[in-house]
C-alpha cells in the first residue's frame, strides 16, 4: 500500500487526460497519470479525424511536432442505395492551407505517444501498464484510487486531492462513483459498437483513387444501404499510406437486428462503391470500440468532491454530422486541468469550486454544441426515413430524371413526380425537411 499523495491523478491516457495532466502539471501541480495500456494509444482506436484547435492553444507548434498523416481536403457525405451513391463532395483550396481547417489523420498509437510526451515534458508523471478498478471514498469525498499492475496481485491505493476519469466510452469508475446514475447509466441504447479495418495502399494508389494530392485526405461518412438501415454509418479515412474503413451502430439496434459488426463491415467493403476504393489493401489492422450516445439531456453530472469526469467518460461528443470527439475531448480536459489549478489555490478540491469545470464547459463550443446537437440521434431513432427512404428517394428520383430512353423529358419528369407521390405525401415530406433543418 502506497501513501503518496498527489495534487492531481488522471485515469485514462486519452486525449482528454493527457490535457488534463498538462495543463494542471504546467502550473506545478504534482500530477500522475494512470493508463492501462502499455503505451498510450495502444488501446486506443478512432476513425478518424484529429480537430486541433484545441491541441493547438496546448501546443501551439503541433503542426511541425505532431505525426498528423494527412489534412482533410475533402470531405464526402454520401448516401448509399443498394446499387448508387447520392454524395455532397466539399473540397476547398482553403483547407490546404495552414491551419488545414484543423482537420488531420492521425494514427492513435503514434499521436497519443506523442501528446503524452509532451506531457511529461511538462512533468507529468506516466504510469502505463495499470489498470485503476476503483475509486476511493473518505467523508463523501474522493480521495485516490485503487489501481491493478500488470503482475497478477499486485494492488496498489494512490490519494490525490482531486482525481480526473478520462478512463473513455466504457467508463465504470464514471459509475462507480454515482456521477453517471439514471438515464446516464451506460446502457446498450446510448452505446455504438464501432468496428474498423485499416488497409495497407499506396500513397500513389490514395492520391489516385481520391482525387488528393501529397499529404491531402479525404474524410467520407456513409449513410443509409451502408449499415442495413440500422441506426448508425460507416466511414473511410485516408493516412499516408492506408485506409481506415469501418462502421459505427447503436448497439440496441444490433442486437434487436440480430446483425453483427463484422457482417455489417463486409457488407459494407463488398458495396459497389465502396469495394473499388479498398481493392487490393492488405488488412493491417483490426479493431472494435465504444462510442457514447448520451443526448444533452442525459449526461452524467460531471464532478463530485474531489472528481471530475472528462472526454468520453462525461459523454461528450457531437455525434450528429460533425462526429467531433477529440477536440472535445482535449477543450474538456483542457478545462479539468484549470478546474484544479483553482481548486490548489484555494485549497478546496470540494464541488463548490469544481463546478467551475461545467461553467467553462457550458461557455464553449463543447457544452453549446451538444446542446444544440442534442437531439439529432432522438430525431434519427423516431425518423428513420432520414437514413433510407429520403436517400433512396433522391437518388430513385435523380436517377429517374436523367434516364435517356427516347421519351420527351416533359414525360419523364412527369412519370417520375408520380412514382416519387405514390411513395410519400408532400405535406409529410415538408414536414420532415422543416424538421431536418434544424438539425443541420
Ligand atoms: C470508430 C471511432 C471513430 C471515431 N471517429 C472520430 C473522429 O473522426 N473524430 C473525432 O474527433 N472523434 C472520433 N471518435 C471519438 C474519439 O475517438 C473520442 O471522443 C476520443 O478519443 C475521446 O478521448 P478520451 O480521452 O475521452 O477517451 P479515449 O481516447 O478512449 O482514452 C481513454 C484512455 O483511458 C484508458 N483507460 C480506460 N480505462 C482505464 C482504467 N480503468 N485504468 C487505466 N486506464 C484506462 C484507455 O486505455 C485509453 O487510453 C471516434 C471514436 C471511434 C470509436
Redesign the pocket.
Known amino acids: 500500500m502506497s501513501c503518496d499523495l498527489f495534487d492531481v491523478i488522471i485515469?485514462?491516457?486519452?486525449?482528454?487526460?493527457i490535457a488534463a495532466a498538462m495543463v494542471s502539471a504546467r502550473a506545478g501541480l504534482s500530477t500522475v497519470l494512470?493508463?492501462?495500456?502499455n503505451y498510450?494509444g495502444s488501446?486506443?482506436?478512432?476513425?478518424?479525424?484529429?480537430?486541433t484547435p484545441e491541441l493547438e492553444k496546448l501546443v501551439p507548434s503541433f503542426l511541425e511536432k505532431a505525426p498528423l498523416e494527412r489534412h482533410m481536403s475533402r470531405r464526402r457525405f454520401s448516401f448509399l442505395t443498394t446499387d448508387g451513391e447520392l454524395a455532397l463532395d466539399l473540397w476547398s483550396n482553403r483547407f490546404n492551407q495552414p491551419p488545414f481547417n484543423h482537420s488531420f489523420t492521425v494514427m492513435r498509437s503514434k499521436f497519443d505517444r506523442w501528446f503524452a510526451t509532451q506531457a511529461e515534458e511538462a512533468g507529468v508523471q506516466l504510469l502505463t501498464g495499470?489498470?485503476?478498478d476503483d475509486l476511493v471514498w473518505k467523508d463523501e469525498k474522493v480521495v485516490g484510487i485503487k489501481a491493478r499492475g500488470e503482475k497478477e496481485g499486485q494492488f496498489d491505493e494512490l490519494y490525490a486531492s482531486l482525481v480526473i476519469c478520462?478512463?473513455?466510452?466504457n467508463s465504470l469508475?464514471a459509475e462507480k462513483s454515482g456521477l453517471r446514475s439514471g438515464k446516464s447509466k451506460m446502457t446498450p441504447q446510448n452505446r455504438t459498437v464501432?468496428v474498423?479495418e485499416v488497409l495497407r495502399l499506396t500513397k500513389e494508389k490514395i492520391q489516385d483513387r481520391f482525387n488528393v494530392r501529397e499529404k491531402e485526405g479525404v474524410s467520407v461518412v456513409y449513410l443509409g444501404e451502408v449499415v442495413k438501415g440500422a441506426l448508425g454509418t460507416g466511414f473511410l479515412y485516408t493516412y499516408e499510406d492506408s485506409i481506415s474503413v469501418?462502421l459505427?451502430c447503436e448497439m440496441k439496434d444490433l442486437i434487436d437486428r440480430k446483425m453483427a459488426p463484422y457482417d455489417l463491415l463486409d457488407h459494407m467493403k463488398s458495396h459497389p462503391v465502396i469495394a473499388p476504393l479498398i481493392e487490393g489493401g492488405e488488412v493491417i489492422e483490426y479493431s472494435t470500440?465504444m462510442?457514447p450516445e448520451d443526448s444533452f439531456r442525459n449526461l452524467p453530472e460531471l464532478a463530485t468532491h474531489g472528481l471530475m469526469l472528462?472526454?468520453?467518460?462525461a459523454g461528450l461528443?457531437n455525434n450528429s454530422i460533425f462526429?467531433?470527439?477529440?477536440?472535445?475531448?482535449i477543450a474538456s480536459g483542457l478545462f479539468a486541468g484549470e478546474t484544479a489549478v483553482e481548486a490548489k489555490q484555494k485549497k478546496d478540491f470540494s464541488l463548490s469550486t469544481l463546478s467551475r469545470y461545467r461553467e467553462k464547459l457550458e461557455n464553449s463550443f463543447v457544452l453549446k454544441d451538444m446542446r444544440h446537437y442534442g437531439g439529432f440521434l432522438d430525431m434519427m431513432r423516431e425518423h428513420r426515413e432520414y437514413l433510407g427512404l429520403y436517400p433512396e428517394l433522391t437518388l430513385e428520383f435523380l436517377v429517374n430524371y436523367f434516364t435517356v430512353d427516347g421519351r420527351s423529358k416533359k414525360e419523364i419528369k412527369k412519370e417520375t413526380f408520380r412514382k416519387l407521390r405514390k411513395k410519400i405525401s408532400i405535406p409529410k415530406l415538408i414536414m420532415d425537411m422543416i424538421r431536418a433543418r434544424k438539425m443541420i
Open positions: 485515469v485514462g491516457a486519452g486525449p482528454a487526460g494512470l493508463e492501462r495500456g498510450p488501446k486506443n482506436l478512432f476513425g478518424g479525424i484529429l480537430f495499470v489498470v485503476v478520462a478512463e473513455g466510452a469508475l464501432a474498423k469501418g459505427g470500440h462510442i472528462v472526454g468520453d467518460s461528443i462526429q467531433e470527439g477529440t477536440n472535445m475531448a
